[in-house]
């Protein structure tokens, strides 16, 4: 069991580690660079909950966008949810809400797995019999069209009978690796994630569930940037590329040249993407989207004259002296203006260079 797994992850391609380490540094910028408003994170958090909601569900054939998405989720009782997207939409926002909000005492187990299951498709009724519960037949992976016929199969998965052994060997062996720390933990997790779709142990709602996953272990592992850069959306926005890297790798599964090489090239990508998007919030140029509005005028003010002392910023601004020490302070932290003299001489400018 043991060896398969990490056979896959040894001998890699030298670009994988090229992308581990970038990602590695970008995680760290961001947990340095990161001192943000909680006002602030949570206006990013519930925008990147429509936005992942909308891209996880039309991943898999759904038609509802975002705009369409936050309107259903506004407001609306559940007993309004009339049709299949409507009530995968509902599923899909609520359980993200949970594992951005909890992630740190959720364990990762198969109880863990199922209950997501569950929570996902509980508003969907014709999954009624199956949430929660491993496939009792055989499935496929297909790539459907605009009105959802399947009309290409990306690749075969597991056997019903195997489905229980085969999760269980995969959980095992995620769980250990991860506290061993042999290997990195995004070589786990996405090795994890690759075997977790090529099983496709629920008769329905496993995409939606990887990626649901995704969020969680990236969360334990540090990466806490996951709810304010949509994850679910890059992979939208390269849904093709998506399925030739699953079905290049999975392919190859059972044969004596396995390797997950390409799927682990998409899913570095995806996440480097997102982590350099994460980073580009702390630039000069989303310094914006980090501040309440008041702190965000006194910002502005900041960047539109050569240099001021606090005394002079209240008095333009008419924002408390307070805001402008707390704003102040976070500028300086974020790297995004500096300090010039000392005691009641001191002044402050936009960074040089910015």
Excluded: C
């Amino acid at each position: 069991m043991t060896n398969k797994y990490q056979k896959r992850i040894k001998n890699l391609p030298s670009d994988i580690a090229q992308m581990i380490g970038e990602i590695d540094r970008l995680k760290t910028a961001w947990v340095e660079g990161a001192k943000l408003d909680l006002e602030v994170l949570t206006r990013l958090k519930k925008s990147v909950l429509i936005t992942s909601t909308g891209a996880s569900t039309r991943i898999e054939g759904a038609k509802l966008s975002d705009d369409e998405v936050e309107k259903l989720l506004r407001g609306m009782s559940v007993d309004k949810f009339k049709n299949r997207d409507q009530q995968e939409v509902a599923g899909y926002f609520e359980l993200l809400t949970n594992v951005f909000d909890s992630y740190q005492s959720i364990p990762f187990s198969e109880s863990t797995i199922k209950f997501f299951h569950r929570e996902l498709l509980k508003h969907v009724e014709k999954d009624r019999q199956h949430r929660g519960e491993y496939k009792k037949q055989e499935n496929k992976v297909a790539i459907v069209n605009a009105v959802g016929d399947p009309v290409e199969i990306v690749f075969d998965t597991t056997l019903a009978y195997l489905t229980p052994k085969e999760m269980q060997e995969i959980v095992e062996w995620a769980q250990i690796a991860l506290i061993e720390k042999k290997y990195h933990p995004l070589l786990i997790i996405g090795n994890l994630l690759v075997e977790f779709l090529k099983i496709h142990p629920f008769t329905d709602g496993n995409g939606r569930l990887s990626r649901i996953l995704t969020n969680l272990l990236l969360l334990q592992q540090g990466f806490a940037y996951m709810p304010y850069i949509s994850h679910e959306k890059l992979v939208e926005d390269n849904k093709p590329e998506y399925y030739v890297a699953l079905r290049q790798s999975q392919k190859t599964f059972g044969t004596d040249k396995e390797t997950i090489a390409p799927w682990l090239g998409f899913f570095f990508r995806i996440l480097l993407e997102q982590s350099k998007r994460a980073v580009d919030l702390l630039s000069h140029e989303q310094t914006e989207k980090l501040l309440s509005p008041q702190q965000e005028v006194v910002w502005k003010y900041i960047a539109g004259v050569r240099e001021s002392t606090p005394i002079a910023m209240a008095e333009a601004t008419k924002v408390p002296r307070p805001t402008i020490n707390q704003v102040l302070t976070k500028l300086l932290k974020l790297k995004k203006i500096e300090r010039i003299g000392s005691g009641r001489g001191t002044r402050y400018r936009v960074m040089t260079g910015e």
